[in-house]
């Protein structure tokens, strides 16, 4: 059977498993109309034809030190991998949620292909498709590649060749943000890597590598001030893991009505959406009980990093920084302003290259060693959070079309809790949050928390009506004049 090197990125995410908590990609689309199960399956049999690595498991191999392989599945079967389930009554969302709670708490077989596929028949009459691959596949970004690929422009598109190009929206999304700047810094981080010598050379040699690269990308002493800060104090996003998760997801929001918010302050679409996720935060903390006066909850933000001749292929093309969120403000005009400044700072810092850098190194070495970096790193913040661009023109699936569409990013390590992600589709954007269940029995709380306090933004956002206001002693003169006409008339 024939192996591939697996890229030391995708290595990296391979291992970052934590014993209760998987590095799991998980999408959900709903549909009001039911899918056809078999009509599916033929869409995934010929479509996802082009993607190598959901046809190979991961094997590891290789002398002094094994390492992550792709390897081509013998007797390869689709239908391992795509499952046909009727929710149980009564139909409904909550039903699914519930659903979905089983299957996001379930690790996937490491002898077969890393994915999964489940077509939920009968949800509110329509049908819900929940897809789950492991990280080391692809980032958010290859996820919406994979939509690309699966999904079409119209209902009536033929099923043999490459579907028609889906347009993604242009939403002012953290990869795009942060991405431009970083081409220079990360076209040497990769020379310094590829000059480092072997595997046994990276883990004899660690410490003078990373010298090597932090001088190469100019990020060492970003990676410094990182390790330097305090751990985030405990809290109900922080704890041990039980392998049960929890889903959420919110009533999407109007990318027009986000922009509008923005406006005033010069915010953009992302500065908005976190905003209004850290007041929900805030709101949530407050009521279990937490001191958020004198606290602080950090978010670990992937920042694509894909370049432009990997664009549209699998494999994870992004570095992290890590965002302090605002959870001491009181007004959410503060929040936003706040927000909106230290995104803009993070725009400017070379951390994202420098820790996608790391991600390379250890890849290349065991899992061992990468266990001790994401501890440390892991301690640093509360959650993972990230914004995908989806589609900005409805699409379909075996000629039923999307409803809502969204995603999980995984909480991976031994620490970090829980995951928010925020997808756009058709102008909307919808947040989703998947949590350990024991830290977090109440994601919903968050989601519509979420809802309250962007609709509180809007409402505040809107042009104050004009009010014409009566000159004083008009009223009275009014009313003087009526009685006058009334005794005239008697």
Known sequence: MSTYPMDPVDAAWYHIDGPANLAMVTGVALTRQPLDFDKVR??????LAG??????RVVETGL?????HWEDMPHFDIDQHLHRIALPAPHDIAALKALFTDIASMPLDREQPLWQVHVVEDVAGGSAIIIRYHHCIGDGTAFQAVVRKLFDTRPDAPLEG???KIAPAKLEAPSGALASGFETLERAARRAVALAGSA???VAHPQQLLEQAGLVIG???VLLTELVKPADPPSPFKGDFGIRKHVAWSTPVAIQDIKAIGAPSGAKVNDVLVAAMTGALRAYLVRRGVDVNHTTVRAMVPVDLRPPERVGQLGNEFGLVLLDLPVVSRKATDRLAETKARMDRLKRSPEPVAMKFLFDLFGRGPKAIEDVATSIFGSKASLVMTNVVGPKDPVYLAGVPIEQMMFWVPHPGKELGMGISILSYRGKASLAVIADAGLVPDPEAITDEFNREFERMRRAALPRRKMVRPQPGAAARKAGSARARRASER
Do not use: C, K, N, S
């Not at 033929?42 to 479509?47: G, I, L, P």
């Not at 993607?51 to 190979?56: E, G, I, P, T, V």
């Open 200 to 202: 046994v050379d990276v």
């Open 162 to 164: 490459a579907p028609e």
């Open 219 to 221: 990020g060492a002493g």
């Open 51 to 56: 993607f190598d690595r959901f046809r190979q």
């Open 42 to 47: 033929e869409v995934y049999r010929h479509r």
């Open 64 to 68: 002094p030190i094994a390492t992550p």
